[in-house]
């Protein structure tokens, strides 16, 4: 068991304050009890100010060693870019600082096992933000399964289809699109998104033990992948198939997981409204759960890492769980075609 902060605060510093930090994540570090903000690190040091004024942040910096070691901080958040998390999360454990760093955990499965080793060593703990293990709707979606709504689950069925949001002329425009350069993000948008959807499945239903799949470019836009399709298997006997496309259509845009069992089949969409669909056979209507989500989306999960870094409590998202994921899509990827 890592040891637990000292005292009766959680006193946060965070490396790389961008988008993430604008609302899904770092505010609501402000508003759980026990938990607030103390420095921020970015390194433009003119938009590490401009955060920490905005956001009420007494002190910033430009370097992220200056902010782990600053003695008023006991606990660091990683919300850089995934080209970073391995080194800055070593750093900090070094530094004897429990780590939460975004996800994905990192660019590939070894740079996770590295961080797990670093952190193990130093004796501090380790979360990743994969935070649909704490959101209300995917909670009440596990409740469901477990509970026997549909029986005894068989088949699990992910699609995701997105259009191609960067022409040729787009990309031009851009300087750097880190999501789809492999270098900094590992993957693409596949690792962008398809890591949650296969995160909560590790969560509901444990381990993925085998992932075969096939991984392509079609688009041309970008090295990463645009296109993967997968066949994978739980350690408890069910199935998983996958497909996950970026260059599509807007007409055939999708975003459901569907989960079949003997006595009916849920359905979820995991970017977009918050909503469970029940449809049974004995049932004339299929059943609509709805749910209303928290502004600052992470913040169930970092509520549950307050709680396990002061001892009342345990997070669902570790960095174990969270290597997992990393493994997973690595298989997912490893059969990689561009085309010329």
């Not at 990309?171 to 900094?184: C, G, K, L, S, T």
């Not at 949650?196 to 470019?217: M, T």
């Not at 396990?308 to 290597?323: F, H």
């Amino acid at each position: 068991m890592s040891k637990k902060i000292k005292g009766e605060t959680v006193r946060w510093g965070i490396l790389g304050v961008g988008d993430v930090c604008e609302v899904k994540s770092a505010p609501a570090m402000k508003l759980i009890d026990n938990s607030e903000i103390v420095a921020v690190m970015r390194r433009n040091g003119l938009k590490a100010k401009d955060y920490a004024h905005r956001h009420q942040i007494s002190k910033w910096y430009d370097k992220a060693e200056d902010l782990i070691n600053d003695p008023d901080v006991n606990a660091v958040y990683i919300a850089t870019p995934p080209d970073a998390h391995e080194e800055l999360t070593i750093k900090a454990a070094k530094a004897g600082k429990p780590v939460y760093v975004e996800k994905p955990m990192a660019r590939s499965y070894s740079e996770c096992t590295k961080m797990i080793a670093a952190c193990k060593k130093a004796n501090v703990s380790l979360y990743v933000a994969y935070y649909r293990r704490s959101l209300p709707h995917f909670l009440k979606l596990q409740e469901l399964i477990q509970s026997g709504a549909i029986g005894e689950v068989r088949l699990i069925t992910i699609e995701l289809y997105k259009t191609d949001d960067f022409s040729a002329k787009a990309m031009d425009m851009i300087p750097v699109n880190w999501r789809v350069d492999p270098e900094i993000s590992g993957g693409g948008y596949f690792y962008d998104l398809a890591a949650h959807q296969l995160d909560y499945l590790d969560f509901v239903f444990g381990p993925i033990r085998s992932a075969k799949g096939y991984a392509g470019n079609q688009g041309n836009r970008y090295t990463a992948a645009d296109i993967i399709t997968s066949t994978f298997s739980f350690e408890n006997g069910v199935h998983g198939v996958g497909s996950w496309c970026f260059t599509a259509d807007r007409a055939a845009e999708k975003d459901i997981l569907t989960i079949i069992g003997t006595e009916g089949q849920l359905s979820i969409s995991f970017f977009g409204p918050a909503e469970i669909s029940l449809k049974k056979a004995n049932l004339d209507e299929k059943i609509i759960y709805k749910f209303d989500l928290p502004k600052h989306i992470q913040e169930p999960l970092i509520k549950t890492i307050v709680d396990d870094l002061l001892g009342r409590g345990t997070s669902p998202s570790t960095g174990l769980s969270a290597a997992r994921t990393n493994w997973v899509m690595e298989e997912m990827t490893k059969n990689y075609y561009a085309r010329k």
